[in-house]
């Protein structure tokens, strides 16, 4: 085998790996837009649940 395929190969073996790097770097970036969305979604009911809670601990600082 000569050098210059030899080359080439390594070259294809790099670039495919820098796809699949890629490609889970989007995949982890898609799951924690998911994660931030439904959080920001969910905000409101968190502090309609809590919201005695919350009150207590403002009237609580206030004092």
């Keep these: 085998m000569s050098v ?9 073996e ?5 796809k699949v790097l890629v490609a889970r770097n989007h995949q982890a970036k898609m799951i924690m837009d998911y994660v931030t969305a439904t959080f920001i979604c969910m905000l409101p009911f968190i502090v309609f649940m809590f919201r005695d809670k919350i009150l ?8």
Excluded: A, D, G, S
């Design 4 to 12: 210059l395929t030899k080359l080439v190969r390594e070259r294809e």
């Design 56 to 63: 207590l601990m403002m009237r609580y600082l206030v004092n």
């Design 14 to 18: 790099w670039i495919n790996r820098q």
